[in-house]
């Protein structure tokens, strides 16, 4: 039987979110991640329309599944992205929620599907996510 967790401490907040909503080790989690005007990367993406770069919220997405992954976050490292849809824009001021869904695991795999809203509307999604164990040699390496 699992349990929501909720979060009244800033040492469980996983790093680079402001709170953190739900969280399910193993199931599921849901935190939020506000969008200061005064990020560095506004300067040059873009200085008249700034938006913030999709990769970054790919990293965030990816920060929060390693959380829900449990164990060690840094136990964990990202090896694949499929079907990641952008849909609108992410801009100083706005406040993301991200979610989180494990939808298969095993010791050394745990594959997500997640997605980010503002105010309540999709802006990104990723259909799926693979997380590895960090023991697991790097493709091409061992």
Do not use: Y
Not at 24 to 52: Q, S, Y
Not at 82 to 102: S, Y
Not at 119 to 130: D, M, N, Q
């Amino acid at each position: 039987m699992s349990t929501a967790t909720e979060v009244g401490t800033r040492a469980e907040v996983p790093h680079g979110f402001d709170r953190l909503v739900e969280l399910v080790p193993g199931e599921r989690a849901v935190a939020v991640r506000n969008i200061p005007a005064t990020l560095p990367v506004f300067d040059h993406h873009f200085p008249r329309h700034p938006i913030l770069p999709g990769v970054l919220l790919l990293e965030s997405m990816a920060d929060l599944a390693k959380a829900v992954a449990g164990g060690d976050p840094a136990g964990w490292r990202l090896a694949s992205v499929r079907g990641v849809r952008w849909k609108h824009f992410v801009a100083p001021g706005d406040q993301v929620e991200i979610t989180v869904e494990v939808t298969a695991r095993t010791q050394q795999t745990t594959d997500v599907r997640t997605t980010a809203r503002v105010e309540g509307r999709v802006v990104a999604a990723a259909r799926l996510l693979t997380l590895v164990s960090a023991d697991e040699p790097r493709e091409g390496t061992a």
